[in-house]
């Protein structure tokens, strides 16, 4: 769970994954917050990891799947610390774990009553559609942070996740096709956030699309030696 | 060419040597970066004590007013020290982000080392 200024809704989050997920590991990483993130999620029964200053959301994301690789979990999944996901989907996802190496939550697939307007959703259309074409399945939801990775995942993405902001999720999602991952997506409600800002509006759109139009092109265009993975990784089983 | 601009270019030639070997001696500027500032430094002293070598090397090159020739290689060599500085920085940040992922790992880890376990 990365979490970045999310003192008001981590706790509860990191309660209801405990509860509705029992057994799990949750580890919140704190991206170098300036409030009681990191107090706040511990108290409230999660580990949590504090960056000593903001990577980003890939970066934090990275030194997740770090933490499993190092502490044996062969299986990660992203929650968004503002209550945005239910964990109540995680199930679903783990399911599809068994035949793929990513599964994405995704929001437009016909569950939940998450709508978007304007040029964002336009936007994640394109997104969509291209990826779509680079992973060989059909993908709605390319900006979805709900996503689950299997062993090989785990240690693909340990080594290579996308720093640039945004690429967290897009291109994550070229590197791991273009490593021979098999991607795939489960619909999955989605909750508006239970506390803090959404960081939406126009103009921040605009933005947003034209850095995930930067990043793809670079993701599409780096030799495919740049995501070769040292070590082989074969266990399987545990749950994180 | 009057006494005045001839001395003027050599003084500020002279100028930039002397201020980047001194910041080399002062360890404020690494080898590798300085290079580049030596070879520009160097350059312009040459051609501020032989301004005849300019004229030479402009009509080697073809190039029809000297003065152009000065302004081609004084960006060149900005632009290739500008795009050096841009390569060292991207490196200086990643390896910033490993360490800065790494800290809090090893800080996670210490404190549950420290913590003894409630279950």
Redo the contacts between chains.
């Keep these: 769970m990365p979490a970045f200024h999310e003192e008001a809704s981590v706790a509860a989050v990191v309660h209801e994954v405990l509860e509705k997920l029992p057994g799990v590991g949750v580890l919140v ?1 704190d991206d170098g917050s300036t409030d009681a993130t990191t107090a706040v999620a511990r108290a409230a029964g999660a ?7 903001n ?1 980003g959301v890939g ?1 934090a994301m ?2 997740g799947f ?2 499993a690789l ?1 502490n044996g979990y062969t299986t990660v999944v992203q929650v968004d610390s503002d209550g945005q996901h239910d964990p109540s989907g995680v199930p679903a996802l783990l399911a599809q774990l068994d035949s793929h190496d990513v599964v994405l939550g995704a929001r437009f697939a016909g569950e939940g009553d998450y709508t978007t307007r304007g040029p964002r959703a336009w936007a994640m259309k394109v997104l969509a559609s291209i990826l779509s074409r680079t992973a060989h399945t059909k993908l709605t939801d390319t900006t979805s942070g709900f996503k689950a990775s299997g062993p090989r995942a785990v240690a693909l993405f340990a080594e290579h996740y996308p ?1 640039e902001y945004l690429g967290d999720t897009i291109e994550a999602l070229v590197i791991a096709a273009r490593a021979g991952l098999s991607i795939t997506q489960v619909p999955v409600a989605m909750r508006p956030r239970s506390a803090g800002v959404p960081s939406q509006n126009f103009v921040r759109s605009a933005i947003y699309l034209a850095r995930a139009g930067v990043a793809l092109v670079f993701a599409y265009i780096r030799p495919k030696s740049a995501y070769r993975v040292t070590g082989a990784v074969t266990a399987t089983g545990a749950q994180v | 060419m009057s006494v005045a601009s001839y001395v003027l270019g050599i003084v500020s030639a002279a100028l930039i040597l002397i201020v980047v070997i001194e910041m080399l001696r002062r360890h404020r500027l690494r080898e590798r970066h300085a290079i580049w500032w030596v070879v520009a430094g160097v350059l312009a002293l040459v051609i501020g004590i032989f301004p005849s070598t300019l004229d030479w090397a402009a009509g080697v090159l073809g190039i029809q007013v000297p003065t152009n020739l000065v302004f081609f290689v004084g960006i060149a060599i900005l632009f290739l020290v500008a795009l050096q500085s841009s390569a060292e920085l991207t490196k200086l940040e990643s390896k910033t982000r490993t360490l800065a992922e790494q800290v809090a790992l090893l800080e996670l880890r210490i404190r549950e080392l420290e913590t003894p376990p409630k279950d």
């Design positions: 990483v580990r949590v990891a504090t960056l000593p200053f990577l970066g990275r030194l770090k933490y190092a720093a």
